[in-house]
């Protein structure tokens, strides 16, 4: 627990380790998984207040608070915190590192007890349900049998979906934020060029540079750059930076000339320090996987039938481009479809796809009316 904590959050967490084995989509199972994760609150007497919270891809368990990486804000302080829309004070909030992560979950830079070394890419390949499944088993070793809410954006929305289709009996409410039902041909694109930049760097080692006591940080870096420029908007740079030089003069060869290429230079930079690059591999290929309607001949609506009495909230963002609004409004139309209860909002920003980490008012408000009405209509105080 971080010295530093703010009381108010009454934080709690560390690693749990999974009652039985862990059986993948892939055929495949973990016998021996540890899941950490972050606790904000308290447990109601009759266990009604509780909200899982989803990261998305490069996101882990520490979502308020302090990172003990860096010692940065957790990544969603605009959301948890008193008086915001999960508010310690009233909710019971879990946020879990994703099995395939680098944050303490069991994943490639784990040790592989079989052989006491680290798996790299003889760790098995997970998928979205595969991490829904752990997290379903982290609530059960935690006492949580139904869920008030599961809320997440991008890849975590994905897992929001996830749960709605397998867990319905386990959930009040679900907010999905920025998201969609299929992972798209481009985004699939992308992923593939930042894997190719990674396992293109000479330190990558076939995914075995643990043994060489080295990381593929180059590689790592140019992954998080290309991801990265797909997060934000065309409105977004150029009102950060245009085409602002980053000092008087052209250097007149390939330095960082342009503010916007030192920005993307110090972002590959920042998250080698706290990412690990075969997760990067695991995590994007699941995200590449993802198909709810591929379980149900490709109807959508039947994903969500056993989820009708699900409350559902979805969000989505003008100038997101890597999961448009037309994405958004497929999935509100499935729950439709199945009957299930829909509220959805498109919120005008310019500030792209990571507009929901960021300060988003909107966001916010819509959160909280849909969260207290929820809450409301659970018996929450």
């Known amino acids: ?14 690693v749990a380790r999974l009652a039985g084995p862990l059986r993948l989509d892939s055929g495949a199972r973990l016998d021996q998984v540890e899941i950490a994760y972050r606790t904000y609150g308290r447990l109601n007497a009759d266990k009604s207040n509780a909200v899982l919270v989803c990261h998305a891809l490069t996101g882990d368990q520490h979502v308020a608070g302090r990172h003990p990486v860096g010692g940065k804000p957790g990544w969603w302080t605009q959301v948890i915190g008193p008086g915001l829309p999960l508010d ?7 946020c879990s590192n994703v099995v395939g ?14 052989t006491g070394k680290p798996w790299g890419l003889s760790f098995p390949v997970i998928t979205i349900p595969d991490m829904v499944r752990a997290q379903a088993l982290l609530l059960d070793h935690l006492g949580v049998e139904t869920l008030f809410a599961v809320v997440g954006g991008s890849m975590g929305g994905m897992q929001v979906l996830q749960w709605a289709a397998d867990y319905p009996e386990r959930l009040f409410s679900a907010v999905c934020i920025a998201a969609t039902a299929r992972h798209s041909a481009q985004n699939i694109a992308f992923h593939e060029v930042g894997r190719q930049a990674i396992m293109a760097d000479p330190s990558w080692n076939s ?26 908007s065309e409105a977004a740079l150029q009102r950060k930076f245009g085409r602002e030089l980053q000092r008087d003069g052209l250097s007149w060869g ?20 706290r990412f690990d690059a075969n997760s990067y591999l695991y995590i994007t290929r699941a995200m590449d996987y993802f198909d709810l ?28 481009w890597l999961y ?21 909002v498109e919120i005008d920003s310019d500030k792209g796809h990571d507009a929901f980490l960021l300060d988003e008012p909107v966001m916010r408000s819509v959160l909280a009316g ?7 209509a659970r018996g929450l105080a």
């Open 254 to 273: 390939f330095d960082a000339d342009f503010q916007v290429e030192s920005y993307l230079r110090h972002q590959g930079a920042t998250f080698v320090d």
């Open 370 to 376: 849909f969260l207290d009405a929820a809450g409301s």
């Open 88 to 94: 310690p004070q009233r909710h019971f909030i879990i």
């Open 293 to 320: 309607a591929a379980s149900y001949d490709g109807v959508l609506a039947e994903a969500f039938r056993r989820a009708r009495h699900v409350q559902f909230c979805v969000l989505s963002f003008t100038s997101d």
């Open 207 to 232: 995914g075995d540079y643990a043994s060489l006591g080295g990381r593929p940080e180059k590689g790592l870096a140019v992954a998080r750059m290309a991801a990265h420029i797909t997060y934000l």
């Open 324 to 344: 448009p609004t037309p994405e958004s409004r497929d999935i509100v139309r499935a729950l439709n479809a199945s009957g299930a209860r829909a509220s959805f």
């Open 101 to 114: 992560g680098c944050m303490g979950s069991t994943g490639p830079s784990s040790i592989n007890p079989e």
């Open 1 to 14: 627990m971080n010295a530093e904590k703010d009381a108010t959050l009454d934080e709690g967490g560390g």
